[in-house]
């Protein structure tokens, strides 16, 4: 042997169960740096694709762009790929009877067709969706609406020729065009004709999917969509581009730009929502796909992105600092434990230098053993993950995949090996500055404790016996191994706290959708469905539950002091009419969905009680107190509108009604509304009551709509067949059919939740096996002592009692202060994140409770197989052998 460093692959060699350790702790390092990159990676994926889907594969769009502006913005340099969209006209396909006008007075004089032209580009990114068929080619090839196919003289089929009459839509009394600049549909009025401008036969090669976001007026104006490649563009037309940018960088300042160029002006600048929204344009209106561009972290709002980034940098640098602790651990305890070899190493000539250099060739070769292994070990655990969920089939995560990128094994390898070298620095400059003489006199790792024994605390008192004592002061007379091993057990309590902390987060912000089968509606002349058709509906085979809507709105006086201070400041502008020391609003809706709904109400209370009795007496009402709204600034908040509490009074009174006021007494407050997993996005107060409590207010005993929840097991063709008869008798009927969107919004919810803890599931299986690995290591490298104690007279039986009792002292320490550090961390991931996901933060008690109890027991655990091990060794093997 040359040199000093030659030593590091003969210590490894002869202890090799203390180098598996080391090993086995970086590999859980960077198999989780592994997982959790690969974990984003696939989630980030499937949320594109998902939004894309949903809002389009766009960036940007110009709405009501003159024809001959089109090529100009095309072309521009900045653009990578364009679709163009232009309104063909209005076609009618079915006329409005007399009888039905007369029991619907809403109803539009025609059911309209909306045609469209759209060129390959523009269909691909607006994701057109097909139910049968396919897309259209040619300019006299279109698809058709599945809505749409009903209401036809003779349903058109796939391969069937229909001849349009196109047109415009007039206003009756003046003859004049109505001003339609949107993609989307409006609304119809009563003074309203349509004038046909021309014949167009096309043959039928497709149906659509209808849309999710469906407005109200899709039940008389349908879309339909043929094919114009616009290489002929009537410039006396408007049209919609829909782009994307060569690069997200500074994609609001180059949508402005290219405008700018072409001398255009009068821009308004819009989000997309949603496709097909409805917007009032001016000459032009730019609209930015924000839900795509954020995923990217290139929003338009640059404190979203800010707040992202600032969150993700904050998420790497908690696990990177977990992950340095199990290593700093491993590598600590290894070298107290030699502390006497680097002793004689110095008292024969070694530099701190020389001894650096061994510390860090060790961490050098156990990391190119450990990181790979780590990188595959992750790549596997992630592949069993997204197997299970594959085999699931279930809603949102049907289609997630595994998306293993070279970057992401790269960083994870890169940090993992940073991460070790950080590690070992302590453990290095702690060995060069062994003193020889010191290092030879004891063993480096035990200093007697120096102080008064007798002053024990609670752990040592007689109520634990002289076990408990030994205990106590073997963690007081080794206080840094007490330290890193706590240490250890802290960050995985910390790691846990905040993961969990996040996983609450995104449950918080996804919404699980309708929570019923059946809508049925009512828009006749009387405004109400009468309750024989309720009672025929609950005896029908398949109906699990129905439930009468009730509805009215209501002008309130809300006091001052209930009005949350964080909602004023963003909606100021609701809260103007001032009286009785509150504010006079039209925005309140009192709501029963009959008392049986109440009852789906339950789960949802945060505080207060359901008590109908007690509502109907009291005029009681329960307050919906929680929104979702996206503020001026683009950040995602959910916040309480109102602060009531139980006992509160609100001054109420119909609209319209100049009256006295009438007063409802608050009796609970709830999240959310009753057959929803959705925040309400309305800046409406809405109060669920009983029907006796809205009769009492409002003197209507009315209701104009019915929820149905079908039996999944039955068959639902007599609850149609019914519906079906009922729009016969009275075109004031209308119902919709909500199975399927409610099949999702369960699928979705369950595999979220299957998804978001099973990466919980993840971080307490390796936050366990650091605690496994580090307690372990710990007790084997006390081999010697544990001997010692063996051979003056201590059974194994009391040596078992104060390891344990050991166990549990160090999991209540790890438990306060990784209490105290997890909840502080996840708040400051939480803060991070108020420009892009703005939720109240709740102190994360259950994750407090369950990594502390998981870190005492995994503690106990830990304790046992080297329990084991010590058993079946004799005292002079243990006091004569090396760990």
Known sequence: MRKYTGLTEKYLLGQKKRSILTIVGIILSVTLLTAVGTLAMSYQDKLVRQTIQDYGDYEVSFNGVSGKDVPRIVNQAAIGSAGVIHRIGYATISSTSEKEQKENPFAAPYRYLNVKGYDSQAMSKLQVQLESGRLPQKP???????????????????????????????????????SVNSIGDYGWNLDEKFKPRMKQQYTVVGVMKTAKNVTWSSTFIYSAITYDDHQKIDPSQNFF?????????N?????????????????????????????????????????????????????VNQSSMYAFAAIVLIIMGCTSAVIYNTFHISVLERISQFGMLRCIGATPAQIRRIVFKEATVLSLIAIPIGLFTGTILMKVLFYNISMLTLGFLNDMHMIILLPVLLAAAGLGLIVVYVSALGPAKLASNVSPLEALKTSGSTAVEQGDFKRLSFAGSKWLGFEGRFASRNIRRNRKRFRITAFSMIISIVMYIVFGGLVNLLGTTSESGIDYSYSLDYQGMNKRIPNSVYNKLVTLDGVKEAYPFYTHQLQAIIPKEKINPDYYQQQKEMYTVEQENGYRMGNNFLTSYGINGLQELRPKLTSGSIDASQMNDENGVIVIQKISMITDKGTNMIIDQTRFKVGDKIKVRSMGDKQSYKTVTVVGTADQAPLSGKYTESAVIQMITTPKVIENITGDNSYDRIFIQANPETDNGAIVGYFKSLVQQDAGYNYRDR????????????????????????????????????????????????AVLKAIGMTQKEIRKMVLLEGVFYGVFAAVYGSLLGTGLSYSVSYLMRNAVQVEWVMPWSSILIGSLGAIIATLIASYWPLRRLERIQITDGLRGEN
């Open 251 to 303: 994609i609001k300042e180059k949508s402005e730009a290219i405008l700018s160029s072409l001398g255009l002006g009068n821009v308004d600048q819009g989000s997309a929502q949603e496709l097909n929204r409805e917007n009032v344009l001016k000459d032009i209106r730019i609209e930015y796909n924000n839900e795509l561009l954020k995923l990217f972290g290139k929003s338009t709002y640059a404190n």
């Open 140 to 178: 006299n090839e279109i698809i058709l609406s599945s809505w749409s196919l009903n209401n036809f003289t003779s349903k058109p089929a796939v391969g069937d020729k229909i001849t349009l009459d196109l047109g415009d839509r007039v206003e009756a009394s003046t003859g004049k065009v109505k």
């Open 739 to 786: 199975i399927e969107e409610m099949k999702q919004a369960r699928n979705d919810a369950m595999t979220l939740n299957i998804f978001l803890y099973g990466f919980i599931g993840v971080i307490a299986a390796i936050a366990f096996l650091n605690i496994l690995n580090t307690v372990s290591t710990n007790l084997i490298l006390r081999t010697k002592e544990f």
């Open 241 to 249: 581009i829909y782009a994307t940018m060569k690069s997200m960088d």
